[in-house]
Nanobody
Framework: VQLQASGGGLVQAGGSLRLSCAAS????????MGWFRQAPGKEREFVAT????????SYADSVKGRFILSRDNAKNTVYLQMNSLKPEDTAVYYC???????????????????WGQGTQVTVSS
């Protein structure tokens, strides 16, 4: 599975961005997906995860109620809609996939076998 993340950019606080992660390979549909982020000098942290079916979403407390994760299996793509962005959301955002057959998401980065290249999100105050 190869993952290509896009959609990052510079936005003012309170604004919105939508990140996309396009996956190659037919096994995408049987894999749970996740988003993580890493700010300068910090560990990579969990943002959100979604089960293979499109249900079973889970969010970090810091983004709950502001971010929405969805997927379109017909397009092999997951989307992270980010609303009410804050300066502390500034980070490189990475999408990740679990190996085929792992249909339920996890907040542990060790549970993901495939990673995209990351896309920068910068929120100005």
């Amino acid at each position: 599975v190869q993952l290509q993340a896009s959609g990052g950019g510079l936005v003012q606080a309170g604004g919105s961005l939508r990140l996309s992660c396009a996956a190659s390979g037919r096994t995408f549909r049987s894999s749970a997906m996740g988003w993580f982020r890493q700010a300068p000098g910090k560990e990579r942290e969990f943002v959100a995860t979604i089960a293979w079916s499109g249900g079973g979403t889970s969010y970090a407390d810091s983004v709950k109620g502001r971010f929405i994760l969805s997927r379109d299996n017909a397009k092999n793509t997951v989307y992270l809609q980010m609303n009410s962005l804050k300066p502390e959301d500034t980070a490189v955002y990475y999408c990740a996939a679990r190996r085929p057959g792992m249909v339920v998401g996890t907040s542990s980065k060790d549970g993901y076998d495939y990673w995209g290249q990351g896309t920068q999100v910068t929120v100005s105050s």
